[in-house]
């Protein structure tokens, strides 16, 4: 089966500039994250989907951050206005069902730098 | 917050001995998984320990598990140059809907 994809692998933009990411999960997971992983850290979660509905956004910076998963397939990620510490890998992960117990399946992320 | 805590945060071995990586928690959990991830990519799972299971077994991991002592351990057998790699755990929260919880990770250096 196809993995999880992402869009772009990499990105450089100034301070200030906006920027967005996409994902398409594995086809029929009602399940997709989207994680944030700073160089030399694990991935923490900014946002959780299920089917098209947010189950959990307690951790997005909701002034500069935006998501949305469109129909329950498909999400992109918004940052605007990026701040230097934006710079990280912003990693896409997806799984089948909804107990959220269960292994996720991540995308190869996209890495972004911002100067 | 990053619930899971590897130690040590750095390990480098020859070809052919074995990698011990160790993960703490705080809270109590439903499971608790491992996951790999190469330079560059994204994370793989590697596999799963329910909070009723004290080991398990996949190929030349093996991993325990103690809620007691809120730890769990990663062993890979025979490590091989594509082993380098860095690992996380990563817990789940007995709260249903609550999504993975990663620690910092431990980088693994397999040298040829």
């Known amino acids: 089966e196809a993995g999880v994809a992402q869009s772009p692998r990499y990105k450089i933009i100034e301070k200030r500039q906006s920027v967005a990411f996409w994902c398409n999960p594995i086809s029929g997971h009602a399940t997709l994250y989207w994680y944030q992983q700073i160089l030399g850290q694990g991935p923490k979660l900014l946002i959780q989907f299920q089917n098209n509905g947010v189950v959990d956004d307690s951790q997005l910076p909701k002034d500069r951050f935006s998501a949305e998963r469109l129909k329950g397939v498909d999400s992109t990620l918004k940052i605007q206005p990026a701040k230097l510490e934006d710079s990280a890998v912003y990693l896409c992960?997806?799984?089948?069902?909804?107990?959220?117990?269960?292994?996720?399946?991540f995308g190869s992320g996209t890495q972004l730098s911002v100067l | 917050s990053q619930q899971g805590e590897e130690d040590p945060q750095a390990l480098s071995i020859q070809e052919g001995e074995n990698a011990t990586m160790n993960c703490s928690y705080k809270t109590s959990i439903n499971n608790l998984q491992w996951y790999r991830q190469n330079s560059g990519r994204g994370l793989v799972h590697l596999i799963l320990i329910r909070s009723n299971e004290r080991e398990k077994h996949s190929g030349r991991l093996r991993v325990t598990l103690d809620t007691s002592k809120k730890s769990s351990s990663l062993l890979i057998t025979a490590s091989r140059a594509a082993d380098t790699a860095s690992y996380f755990c990563?817990?789940?929260?007995?709260?249903?809907?609550?999504?993975?919880?990663f620690g910092k990770g431990t980088t693994l250096s397999v040298s040829s």
């Open positions: 992960a997806s799984s089948p069902r909804t107990a959220n117990r269960e292994k996720l399946f």
């Open positions: 990563a817990t789940a929260p007995n709260q249903a809907g609550t999504a993975l919880i």
